[in-house]
């Protein structure tokens, strides 16, 4: 399931997680459905769309294998986080009261209370 995940330093600093793809040239390599990653603070990081203004043929960048520093396996709790949220489309939510829509909670909103 995530077993061509990978995160990817390229040389203007940008760390990205992605699935590795076949390229079609052989002096680079393909990132599909990539995400860049961010420092939030408290030991925390955060994914983002990367190029999410951009036209991308089936959601994949080509990169020159000149501009990768490195490419290296995530641990496997982040590589489960990246695949829940850019590729597989589901959205698994924490337990909890859950709105609508993720509409805000009141006394007059219906709720599903999930436990885990």
């Known amino acids: 399931m995530t077993e ?17 793809v076949e390229a079609k040239s052989d002096n680079c390599i393909a ?5 860049i990653i961010i420092p939030t603070g408290e030991g925390r990081l955060g994914l983002s769309p990367y190029l999410p203004y951009a036209e991308l043929e089936d959601d994949t960048i080509e990169i020159s294998k000149d501009h990768i520093m490195w490419v290296v396996d995530p641990v496997e709790d982040f ?3 990246y695949y829940q949220s850019f ?27 999930l436990t885990t």
């Open 87 to 113: 590729v597989s489309n589901l959205f698994i939510p924490s337990a909890g009261e859950v709105g609508p829509m993720g509409a805000a909670m009141n006394d007059e909103t219906p709720s599903l209370k």
């Open 4 to 20: 061509n995940i990978k995160i990817v330093r390229i040389s203007s600093g940008e760390e990205i997680i992605c699935q590795m």
């Open 79 to 81: 590589s489960q986080q």
């Open 31 to 35: 990132l599909k459905k990539a995400a």
